[in-house]
Protein backbone atom coordinates (compact mmCIF):
# COMPACT_ATOMS: atom_id res chain seq x y z
CA UNK A 1 0.00 0.00 0.00
CA UNK A 2 1.41 3.20 -1.04
CA UNK A 3 1.30 6.11 1.61
CA UNK A 4 2.28 9.47 1.71
CA UNK A 5 4.14 11.60 3.91
CA UNK A 6 2.66 13.57 6.69
CA UNK A 7 5.99 14.68 7.71
CA UNK A 8 8.92 15.70 5.03
CA UNK A 9 11.45 17.01 6.16
CA UNK A 10 14.42 18.53 2.96
CA UNK A 11 17.64 20.25 4.11
CA UNK A 12 17.33 21.20 7.81
CA UNK A 13 20.07 22.91 9.19
CA UNK A 14 20.53 24.26 12.57
CA UNK A 15 23.04 26.19 14.48
CA UNK A 16 23.82 27.32 17.85
CA UNK A 17 26.08 30.52 18.68
CA UNK A 18 28.08 29.44 21.17
CA UNK A 19 31.29 31.12 22.87
CA UNK A 20 33.48 29.12 20.13
CA UNK A 21 31.77 30.85 17.81
CA UNK A 22 28.91 29.18 15.44
CA UNK A 23 28.30 25.16 15.52
CA UNK A 24 26.13 23.29 13.20
CA UNK A 25 24.54 20.36 15.36
CA UNK A 26 22.13 19.15 12.83
CA UNK A 27 23.02 19.57 8.83
CA UNK A 28 21.59 18.56 6.13
CA UNK A 29 18.73 16.63 7.24
CA UNK A 30 15.80 14.86 5.10
CA UNK A 31 13.69 12.18 5.77
CA UNK A 32 9.79 11.65 5.55
CA UNK A 33 7.42 10.27 8.11
CA UNK A 34 4.78 8.08 5.72
CA UNK A 35 1.12 8.72 7.44
CA UNK A 36 0.24 5.75 10.17
CA UNK A 37 3.99 5.24 10.19
CA UNK A 38 6.55 4.87 13.02
CA UNK A 39 10.23 6.18 12.48
CA UNK A 40 12.95 5.20 14.84
CA UNK A 41 15.93 8.44 15.11
CA UNK A 42 18.37 6.83 16.37
CA UNK A 43 21.90 7.40 17.62
CA UNK A 44 24.51 7.87 19.80
CA UNK A 45 24.08 11.10 22.31
CA UNK A 46 24.73 14.49 21.11
CA UNK A 47 23.88 13.37 17.35
CA UNK A 48 21.57 15.42 16.72
CA UNK A 49 18.19 13.93 17.33
CA UNK A 50 16.43 16.12 19.91
CA UNK A 51 17.74 19.13 17.84
CA UNK A 52 15.84 17.68 14.90
CA UNK A 53 12.57 16.97 16.62
CA UNK A 54 12.72 20.54 18.07
CA UNK A 55 13.54 22.35 14.97
CA UNK A 56 10.64 20.80 12.87
CA UNK A 57 8.34 21.69 15.86
CA UNK A 58 10.38 25.51 16.47
CA UNK A 59 11.02 24.97 19.34
CA UNK A 60 14.68 25.79 19.59
CA UNK A 61 16.04 29.33 21.51
CA UNK A 62 15.56 31.83 19.00
CA UNK A 63 17.99 34.23 20.85
CA UNK A 64 20.85 31.34 20.48
CA UNK A 65 20.27 28.98 17.17
CA UNK A 66 19.33 29.43 13.81
CA UNK A 67 17.21 26.86 11.58
CA UNK A 68 16.99 26.67 8.05
CA UNK A 69 15.58 24.24 5.61
CA UNK A 70 14.23 23.72 2.08
CA UNK A 71 11.22 22.97 2.92
CA UNK A 72 9.01 21.03 6.11
CA UNK A 73 6.24 19.66 4.91
CA UNK A 74 3.43 18.63 7.61
CA UNK A 75 -0.04 17.98 6.07
CA UNK A 76 0.14 19.98 3.00
CA UNK A 77 1.73 22.98 5.20
CA UNK A 78 5.31 24.43 5.37
CA UNK A 79 6.46 24.59 8.92
CA UNK A 80 9.93 25.94 7.55
CA UNK A 81 8.01 29.10 6.42
CA UNK A 82 5.45 29.09 8.74
CA UNK A 83 4.04 32.08 11.30
CA UNK A 84 4.74 31.53 14.90
CA UNK A 85 1.10 31.47 15.54
CA UNK A 86 0.39 29.18 13.13
CA UNK A 87 3.45 26.88 14.99
CA UNK A 88 1.61 26.85 18.32
CA UNK A 89 -1.79 26.13 16.85
CA UNK A 90 -0.20 22.72 15.34
CA UNK A 91 1.95 22.17 18.35
CA UNK A 92 -0.68 20.18 20.90
CA UNK A 93 -3.02 19.76 17.93
CA UNK A 94 -2.10 18.08 14.99
CA UNK A 95 1.54 17.43 16.48
CA UNK A 96 1.46 15.81 19.69
CA UNK A 97 4.90 15.71 21.23
CA UNK A 98 6.36 13.91 24.45
CA UNK A 99 9.81 15.38 25.97
CA UNK A 100 13.10 13.67 27.03
CA UNK A 101 12.67 14.87 30.46
CA UNK A 102 9.14 14.34 32.15
CA UNK A 103 9.85 15.81 35.13
CA UNK A 104 10.56 19.17 33.43
CA UNK A 105 8.04 19.00 31.20
CA UNK A 106 4.95 18.83 33.41
CA UNK A 107 3.97 22.09 35.19
CA UNK A 108 4.91 21.28 38.89
CA UNK A 109 2.64 24.03 40.18
CA UNK A 110 -0.56 22.78 38.24
CA UNK A 111 -2.60 19.99 38.76
CA UNK A 112 -2.71 17.19 36.20
CA UNK A 113 -6.08 17.35 35.01
CA UNK A 114 -5.64 21.34 34.47
CA UNK A 115 -2.59 20.61 32.42
CA UNK A 116 -4.84 18.04 30.65
CA UNK A 117 -7.64 20.00 29.99
CA UNK A 118 -5.85 23.51 28.88
CA UNK A 119 -4.60 21.74 25.45
CA UNK A 120 -8.11 20.55 24.80
CA UNK A 121 -9.95 23.50 25.16
CA UNK A 122 -7.58 25.69 23.23
CA UNK A 123 -7.88 23.36 20.25
CA UNK A 124 -11.00 22.25 20.12
CA UNK A 125 -13.00 25.31 22.46
CA UNK A 126 -15.01 22.76 24.24
CA UNK A 127 -16.71 23.25 27.57
CA UNK A 128 -14.75 22.65 31.11
CA UNK A 129 -16.95 19.71 31.63
CA UNK A 130 -16.44 18.25 28.33
CA UNK A 131 -12.47 18.79 28.41
CA UNK A 132 -12.45 16.98 32.28
CA UNK A 133 -14.07 13.65 31.15
CA UNK A 134 -11.81 14.11 28.06
CA UNK A 135 -8.98 13.94 30.40
CA UNK A 136 -10.89 11.20 32.22
CA UNK A 137 -10.70 9.21 29.27
CA UNK A 138 -7.16 9.50 28.05
CA UNK A 139 -5.79 8.98 31.36
CA UNK A 140 -8.04 6.07 31.62
CA UNK A 141 -7.11 4.88 28.08
CA UNK A 142 -2.83 5.41 29.51
CA UNK A 143 -4.03 3.14 32.32
CA UNK A 144 -3.71 5.53 35.02
CA UNK A 145 -6.12 3.92 37.98
CA UNK A 146 -8.18 5.87 39.88
CA UNK A 147 -8.60 8.72 37.02
CA UNK A 148 -10.70 11.07 38.12
CA UNK A 149 -9.22 11.65 41.51
CA UNK A 150 -5.72 11.80 39.44
CA UNK A 151 -6.91 14.83 37.67
CA UNK A 152 -6.72 16.58 40.94
CA UNK A 153 -2.94 15.28 41.60
CA UNK A 154 -0.25 17.69 41.09
CA UNK A 155 2.93 15.94 39.02
CA UNK A 156 4.89 15.02 42.39
CA UNK A 157 2.39 13.21 43.96
CA UNK A 158 3.15 10.73 41.05
CA UNK A 159 5.91 8.15 39.98
CA UNK A 160 8.07 9.14 36.75
CA UNK A 161 5.84 6.25 35.25
CA UNK A 162 2.36 7.81 35.75
CA UNK A 163 4.08 11.34 34.96
CA UNK A 164 5.12 9.69 31.51
CA UNK A 165 1.85 8.06 30.78
CA UNK A 166 0.78 11.12 31.63
CA UNK A 167 2.40 13.26 29.15
CA UNK A 168 1.31 10.56 26.33
CA UNK A 169 -2.12 11.13 27.61
CA UNK A 170 -1.22 15.14 27.06
CA UNK A 171 0.21 14.80 23.54
CA UNK A 172 -2.83 12.34 22.68
CA UNK A 173 -5.38 14.75 23.89
CA UNK A 174 -6.63 16.36 20.25
CA UNK A 175 -5.50 13.38 18.28
CA UNK A 176 -2.40 14.11 16.72
CA UNK A 177 -1.77 13.21 13.31
CA UNK A 178 1.73 13.13 14.30
CA UNK A 179 3.68 12.20 17.73
CA UNK A 180 7.34 13.51 17.44
CA UNK A 181 8.30 10.90 21.29
CA UNK A 182 11.69 11.75 21.89
CA UNK A 183 13.28 9.23 24.50
CA UNK A 184 9.64 8.35 25.75
CA UNK A 185 11.27 5.70 28.07
CA UNK A 186 14.61 6.32 29.09
CA UNK A 187 14.23 7.87 32.47
CA UNK A 188 12.22 4.95 33.40
CA UNK A 189 13.12 1.27 34.40
CA UNK A 190 12.67 -1.61 31.86
CA UNK A 191 9.53 -3.27 33.44
CA UNK A 192 7.91 0.33 32.95
CA UNK A 193 9.44 1.27 29.80
CA UNK A 194 8.19 -1.76 28.15
CA UNK A 195 5.01 -1.14 29.52
CA UNK A 196 4.85 2.46 28.03
CA UNK A 197 6.36 1.46 24.81
CA UNK A 198 3.45 -1.20 24.25
CA UNK A 199 1.31 1.49 25.29
CA UNK A 200 2.39 3.30 22.87
CA UNK A 201 2.17 0.83 20.24
CA UNK A 202 -1.36 -0.22 21.26
CA UNK A 203 -2.38 3.69 20.84
CA UNK A 204 -1.02 4.12 17.70
CA UNK A 205 -2.68 0.83 16.32
CA UNK A 206 -5.54 2.13 17.40
CA UNK A 207 -5.60 5.61 16.57
CA UNK A 208 -3.18 4.92 13.11
CA UNK A 209 -0.73 8.33 14.20
CA UNK A 210 2.39 8.55 12.60
CA UNK A 211 5.04 8.61 15.25
CA UNK A 212 8.57 9.68 15.34
CA UNK A 213 10.37 7.59 17.82
CA UNK A 214 13.65 9.06 19.42
CA UNK A 215 16.04 6.64 21.06
CA UNK A 216 19.24 5.22 21.89
CA UNK A 217 17.82 1.15 21.18
CA UNK A 218 18.39 -0.46 18.40
CA UNK A 219 16.07 -2.95 20.16
CA UNK A 220 13.30 -0.64 20.87
CA UNK A 221 13.45 0.30 17.16
CA UNK A 222 13.55 -3.55 15.64
CA UNK A 223 10.41 -3.57 18.29
CA UNK A 224 8.54 -0.64 17.21
CA UNK A 225 9.59 1.23 13.95
CA UNK A 226 8.65 0.66 10.51
CA UNK A 227 11.86 2.74 9.26
CA UNK A 228 14.94 4.27 10.86
CA UNK A 229 16.96 7.35 10.78
CA UNK A 230 20.31 6.90 11.76
CA UNK A 231 22.20 10.17 12.95
CA UNK A 232 25.67 10.43 13.36
CA UNK A 233 27.11 13.85 14.79
CA UNK A 234 24.23 16.15 13.14
CA UNK A 235 24.45 13.78 9.77
CA UNK A 236 22.01 11.21 8.69
CA UNK A 237 24.23 8.41 8.25
CA UNK A 238 21.82 5.45 6.97
CA UNK A 239 18.33 5.51 6.29
CA UNK A 240 16.11 2.81 5.09
CA UNK A 241 13.03 0.08 6.29
CA UNK A 242 13.77 -2.03 9.36
CA UNK A 243 14.03 -4.98 7.64
CA UNK A 244 16.12 -3.85 5.10
CA UNK A 245 18.77 -2.28 7.71
CA UNK A 246 18.86 -5.30 9.81
CA UNK A 247 19.03 -7.56 7.01
CA UNK A 248 21.77 -5.49 5.56
CA UNK A 249 23.15 -2.41 7.09
CA UNK A 250 25.00 -0.41 5.04
CA UNK A 251 26.73 1.67 6.94
CA UNK A 252 29.42 0.93 9.63
CA UNK A 253 28.15 3.11 12.68
CA UNK A 254 24.92 1.11 12.26
CA UNK A 255 26.45 -2.01 12.19
CA UNK A 256 28.28 -0.92 15.41
CA UNK A 257 24.72 0.26 16.99
CA UNK A 258 23.44 -3.03 16.22
CA UNK A 259 26.24 -5.09 17.83
CA UNK A 260 26.40 -3.10 20.91
CA UNK A 261 22.48 -4.36 21.17
CA UNK A 262 21.40 -7.86 23.37
CA UNK A 263 18.78 -8.37 21.80
CA UNK A 264 20.08 -8.46 18.36
CA UNK A 265 22.80 -10.34 18.53
CA UNK A 266 21.64 -12.74 20.82
CA UNK A 267 24.38 -13.17 23.03
CA UNK A 268 25.69 -10.90 25.19
CA UNK A 269 28.96 -12.83 25.41
CA UNK A 270 29.52 -11.25 21.66
CA UNK A 271 28.51 -7.52 22.60
CA UNK A 272 31.09 -5.23 21.43
CA UNK A 273 31.37 -1.41 21.63
CA UNK A 274 31.82 0.99 19.40
CA UNK A 275 35.13 3.01 20.42
CA UNK A 276 35.68 6.45 20.36
CA UNK A 277 33.19 9.29 21.30
CA UNK A 278 31.50 11.50 18.71
CA UNK A 279 33.54 14.57 18.07
CA UNK A 280 32.76 18.06 19.11
CA UNK A 281 30.78 20.16 17.60
CA UNK A 282 33.25 22.19 17.14
CA UNK A 283 35.99 20.44 15.97
CA UNK A 284 34.44 17.67 12.97
CA UNK A 285 36.44 16.00 10.99
CA UNK A 286 36.99 16.40 7.20
CA UNK A 287 34.68 14.02 5.14
CA UNK A 288 32.81 11.06 6.87
CA UNK A 289 32.57 12.35 10.53
CA UNK A 290 32.40 8.86 11.73
CA UNK A 291 36.09 7.73 9.80
CA UNK A 292 38.01 8.50 13.14
CA UNK A 293 36.12 5.73 14.37
CA UNK A 294 35.94 3.45 11.54
CA UNK A 295 38.03 0.52 10.83
CA UNK A 296 37.17 0.24 7.23
CA UNK A 297 38.13 4.50 6.48
CA UNK A 298 40.21 4.76 3.60
CA UNK A 299 41.98 7.86 2.20
CA UNK A 300 38.90 8.37 0.20
CA UNK A 301 36.74 9.04 3.24
CA UNK A 302 38.45 12.32 4.29
CA UNK A 303 38.51 13.14 1.24
CA UNK A 304 34.78 15.34 1.16
CA UNK A 305 31.61 14.47 2.67
CA UNK A 306 30.20 11.33 1.30
CA UNK A 307 27.13 11.27 -0.83
CA UNK A 308 23.94 9.22 0.31
CA UNK A 309 24.21 6.01 -2.12
CA UNK A 310 21.01 4.26 -2.83
CA UNK A 311 21.02 0.47 -1.86
CA UNK A 312 17.57 -0.66 -2.48
CA UNK A 313 13.72 0.65 -1.68
CA UNK A 314 14.16 3.81 0.05
CA UNK A 315 17.13 2.21 1.78
CA UNK A 316 19.91 4.96 1.70
CA UNK A 317 23.86 5.27 3.32
CA UNK A 318 26.29 7.76 3.62
CA UNK A 319 29.44 5.66 3.15
CA UNK A 320 31.39 4.88 0.30
CA UNK A 321 31.96 1.69 0.79
CA UNK A 322 28.42 1.17 1.19
CA UNK A 323 27.71 -1.61 -1.35
CA UNK A 324 30.79 -3.91 0.02
CA UNK A 325 28.97 -3.44 3.22
CA UNK A 326 25.58 -4.75 1.70
CA UNK A 327 27.45 -7.42 -0.13
CA UNK A 328 29.16 -8.68 2.88
CA UNK A 329 25.73 -8.81 5.22
CA UNK A 330 24.12 -10.84 2.40
CA UNK A 331 27.02 -13.66 3.17
CA UNK A 332 25.94 -16.42 5.69
CA UNK A 333 28.58 -17.55 8.79
CA UNK A 334 30.31 -14.87 10.18
CA UNK A 335 30.71 -13.05 7.31
CA UNK A 336 32.90 -10.08 8.07
CA UNK A 337 34.15 -7.30 6.28
N1 LIG B 1 20.44 25.00 23.07
C1 LIG B 1 21.62 24.56 22.64
N2 LIG B 1 22.69 25.39 22.52
C2 LIG B 1 23.88 24.94 22.06
N3 LIG B 1 24.13 23.68 21.67
C3 LIG B 1 23.11 22.80 21.77
C4 LIG B 1 21.81 23.19 22.25
N4 LIG B 1 21.00 22.11 22.23
C5 LIG B 1 21.76 21.10 21.76
N5 LIG B 1 23.01 21.52 21.48
C6 LIG B 1 24.10 20.70 20.93
O1 LIG B 1 23.63 20.08 19.74
C7 LIG B 1 24.13 18.76 19.64
C8 LIG B 1 22.99 17.79 19.44
O2 LIG B 1 22.23 17.77 20.64
P1 LIG B 1 20.92 16.90 20.83
O3 LIG B 1 20.32 17.32 22.11
O4 LIG B 1 20.09 16.99 19.61
O5 LIG B 1 21.50 15.43 20.94
P2 LIG B 1 20.68 14.07 21.09
O6 LIG B 1 21.02 13.25 19.90
O7 LIG B 1 19.27 14.38 21.35
O8 LIG B 1 21.39 13.44 22.38
P3 LIG B 1 20.75 12.64 23.62
O9 LIG B 1 20.65 11.23 23.13
O10 LIG B 1 21.75 12.80 24.70
O11 LIG B 1 19.43 13.24 23.95
C9 LIG B 1 24.95 18.50 20.90
O12 LIG B 1 26.30 18.71 20.60
C10 LIG B 1 24.43 19.54 21.85
O13 LIG B 1 25.44 19.92 22.76
MG1 LIG C 1 18.03 14.13 22.97
Known amino acids: MQRNPILRVEG ?47 LLPKTTSHVTAERIMFDGRDLAHASERELRRLRGGSIGMIFQEPMS ?68 SCSPKLLLADEPTTALDVTIQAQLLDLLLEIQAETKMAIVLITHSMGVIAECADKVVVMYSGRIAEQGPVTEIFDRPG ?43 CDLAQPDCVAGRPPMIAIGKEHASACIRADELVVSAAQPEGAEV
Do not use: W
Open 251 to 293: HPYTKGLMQCTPELTGNSRRLTTIPGTLPSLSALPPGCRFAPR
Open 12 to 58: LRTTFTSDDGEVVAVDDVSFDVNEGEIVGLIGESGSGKSVTALAVMG
Open 105 to 172: SLNPVLKIGDQLIEPIRIHERISYRAAFDRGVELLTKVGIPSPVQRMNDYPHQLSGGMRQRVMIAIAL
